[in-house]
């Protein structure tokens, strides 16, 4: 260990990294992780560096991809960045078979589970729209309907048809589709197929106000009827329960920046695709966001919403809230937005935002997942008796494990950004939140990258705290050679190529 401190330390110490140095370290890591790490096109979350074991949210089969991302969409994202910065065309290769198995494992509702199977067992019995070769299915029937959360609810398909929009899992999807069909100029029929459908759901799925809910499991024939969903501002309810529900009556999601990446995902495909419907829709979800900002005392947003714009739970420890980090996540949609199509109307809920927020911190200068409502103390969930389900409680103490119950504030660059815009200067906006590289990466980012690949092309994870895993029983294990991340692979790859774009040629 000492002596890999020192290799590291001279390496930063050798100067400037070239751009021949960086296109190198890209190709050979794209054809390191293509050629060792993809099973039918796509990728899971981390591999023993001998490829004998593989985990994503469980240990899956061989035959199982994983879409959620750090997933094959984000990899394959991070494939076509690098054939972005050094035209190399196995690295494009690399990214077509990505988009090859995300395509492959589209539901017939439009978008992803979490997984995609090319196990024949499962490809029977979800209702995939291709085959595993990419010939679309000729079904007589698939499940359909208006879209809309009275329907969805049900679950109806959940185990069939589920496509959902949590973590990011069918936005991901769909931008790799984009990206890749604009990269090869529409000349794949099955990609460009696949994203023209994908985004015509993500469409169909949008409610009258904007708002989208988290999952579908129908093929939606209308988008959702304003009958049944009126256009309504954010209200807090006359109360709320302090025990789960059991109910799932949130119709409007924000979760996990569910709504922010539906956005990205729409303006991404106007941006590369010129077509004003797909601005239209952008623009329908930032007018959602400005509806849905609570009034004072929390100028703020929730995590769900039901039918009525009150507050709603979601899941046992999700409760009727101002949430912290979906209303940072709120407020860079908005800001996005607003560099995009230059309407300054997008920033105006950001001021009051900022500063209720600002008052709400916690000593540690972190923002609380959730606030009550009126009240604004910081709520945390502890595990109940025997350690089964969760209770409500304002003390953080002993709060449950499971849940990110703190975050770090954003609201400094958060403000920077609307300053910026509101000035009409330009913004370089951070990718996600908590990348370990600087946006854009610093020279010395560059250089600690390199000086961590493998002569492999592959980044190794051997430390107490990353360099363990699970075995197929579920055992926890130490890999002799340590352990590959996907979410290494990305950064890394787009920390480089993001560098190598900014250089001369």
């Known amino acids: 260990m000492h002596r890999a401190l020192i290799f590291l330390s001279l390496a930063l110490q050798a100067g400037a990294v070239s751009p021949g140095e960086v296109s190198s370290a890209l190709t050979k890591a794209v054809s ?19 490829f004998t074991l593989r985990e994503a949210e469980g240990i899956p089969d061989a035959d199982t991809i994983w879409i959620q991302p750090p997933g094959t969409p984000a990899v394959g994202m991070a494939m076509l960045d690098a054939y972005e910065a050094t035209k190399d065309k ?27 199977h090319f196990d024949a067992k499962n490809r029977e019995k979800w209702l995939y729209r291709r085959d595993t070769d990419g010939k679309l299915i000729n079904r007589k029937k698939i499940p359909q309907s208006e879209a809309g959360w009275h329907i969805w609810r049900q679950r109806e398909y959940k185990d069939t048809n589920y496509s959902t929009v949590d973590d990011d899992v069918t936005q991901a999807a769909t931008r790799l589709l984009v ?6 100029g529409g000349k794949d029929a099955e990609i460009k197929e696949a994203a023209d459908y994908a985004l015509e759901a993500i469409m169909r799925t ?51 920046n569910t709504h922010a990446t539906l956005m990205s995902t729409l303006l991404l495909a106007w941006e590369l695709r010129g077509d004003q419907k797909y601005l239209d829709a952008a623009k329908r979800g930032g007018d959602f966001l400005r509806l849905a900002q609570m009034p004072d005392p929390q100028p703020a947003w929730a995590q769900q919403y039901d039918a009525e714009m009150h507050p709603a ?38 001021p009051p935002a900022l500063a209720y927020l600002r008052k709400s911190l916690l000593p540690d200068g972190r923002i609380a997942r959730y606030y009550e409502l009126q009240t604004n103390k910081p709520l945390y969930f502890e595990r109940g008796e025997g350690g089964k389900g969760f209770e409500l409680t304002y003390s953080d103490k002993k709060a449950s494990s499971n849940y990110g119950w703190k975050w770090d504030s954003e609201l400094d660059a958060i403000q920077a950004a ?10 370089v906006f951070p990718r996600v939140e908590l990348e370990r590289w600087s946006s854009p990466p610093t020279e010395k980012d560059i250089q600690t990258i390199l000086a961590e690949q493998k002569p492999n092309g592959s980044w190794v994870a051997t430390d107490d705290e990353r360099g363990w895993m699970r075995d197929a029983s579920g055992k926890k294990t130490n890999p002799a050679g340590g352990v590959i991340y996907s979410l290494d692979f990305i950064e890394n790859v787009k920390a480089l190529s993001v560098w190598l774009k900014t250089q001369p040629r």
């Not at 390191?32 to 001998?50: K, M, N, T």
């Not at 494009?92 to 539901?107: C, M, P």
């Not at 912290?324 to 995009?340: D, P």
Request: proline residues 8%; aromatic residues 14%; contains cysteine.
């Open 32 to 50: 390191f992780y293509h050629s060792r790490a993809a099973a039918h096109g796509g990728y899971v979350y981390r591999y023993s560096a001998d």
């Open 90 to 116: 196995d690295c494009l290769k690399a990214a077509v078979e990505a988009a090859h198995a995300v395509s492959r494992t589209q539901l017939a509702s439009g978008g992803w589970d979490y997984s995609g």
């Open 179 to 184: 990206r890749v069909d604009h990269a090869l």
């Open 206 to 256: 949008q409610y009258p106000a904007g708002g989208w809910s988290a999952l579908f499991d129908t093929w939606p024939t209308s988008p959702p009827p304003a009958d049944k969903f009126p256009i309504k501002a954010g209200s807090y309810p006359a109360d709320w329960p302090r025990k789960w529900p059991k109910d799932f009556t949130g119709c409007y999601v924000l979760n996990d």
């Open 313 to 350: 739970w979601s899941r046992a420890f999700e409760p009727s809230a101002i949430c912290g980090r979906e209303s940072q996540s709120a407020m860079w949609a908005l800001l996005k937005l607003a560099a995009a199509t230059g309407d300054k109307k997008y920033l105006d809920p950001i």
């Open 418 to 427: 609307g300053s910026k815009l509101s000035r009409g200067e330009p913004v």
